[in-house]
């Protein structure tokens, strides 16, 4: 059999694949599943992931694996495996103190020597054992935690992730978690949201108890091919909801 009859072959079997619409719901329950240990750090967390009607979860590269042309805008020479890329996301001060969520992106080691190299940045910036990925699964693949840091405490680490491939963000695509800003206190309601979106969302509304609302600009962060975003609710208000506005 030649190269052009195999190829005649697949045309005709695709010809015969019927491609229907997107089982929307069992795709998001999917996307939960995957996302669950990005949240595990954050006790009490809310996750909500959210899409356009009929799209489905697709993939782009990763800083790092080889394919930065596919939008991560991280240039191959630029790469560094134990200094993380880092984006303020938001900040402020509340009740008397500053806060803010910084994000840091950290390459894809190449062998098991920069695993090691990488581990122990990672230790130095102040990422705890409960939050550091293993060992054996870092080789080609890229981490991200999104962090606060409140009044003069230690930074504490709100999500991550280590995976070979970012998901894909279009449309009115949203992920995000609603948690307390501090664990201790009386406030303890879930007013602090960090979210990420598309690269073509210019504006998120959040809505708190009592229905109140804030509105907020996704930022791009170095290393990430997403926006992200963050908001504050009032003291006590929990969040209710999150969208896209545009």
Partial sequence: MTQTDIALLL?????????????????????????ARRWAVAAATTMVLAGSTGATLAVTGL???GRQDRGTGVAAEARHVDRPHLTQLAG????????RVELSVWDAPRDKAEVARQL?????YGIGADAL??????????????????GDRAGRVLLFDT???????????????ALPLTKAGADRADRLVVGQVATTVRQVECTWEGGTSSVVRP???AGSPVKWF???????????????MD
């Fill in 11 to 35: 045309a005709d079997a695709a010809d015969e694949v019927e491609i229907g619409t997107a089982p929307v719901q069992a795709v998001m329950r999917g996307g939960r599943r995957r996302r």
């Fill in 133 to 150: 990925p293993e060992r054996s699964h870092l080789v080609g693949r890229t981490s991200h935690f999104a962090s606060l840091y409140y």
């Fill in 92 to 99: 402020g001060t509340d009740q008397g103190r500053r806060w």
């Fill in 120 to 124: 122990e940045a990672m230790r130095r």
């Fill in 63 to 65: 800083p790092g694996d």
């Fill in 219 to 221: 930022r791009a962060a």
């Fill in 163 to 177: 995976a070979d491939e970012w998901d894909r963000m279009t449309g009115k695509d949203m992920e995000f978690g």
């Fill in 230 to 244: 963050v908001c504050l609710g009032p003291a006590g208000k929990a969040n209710q909801s999150a969208r896209v």
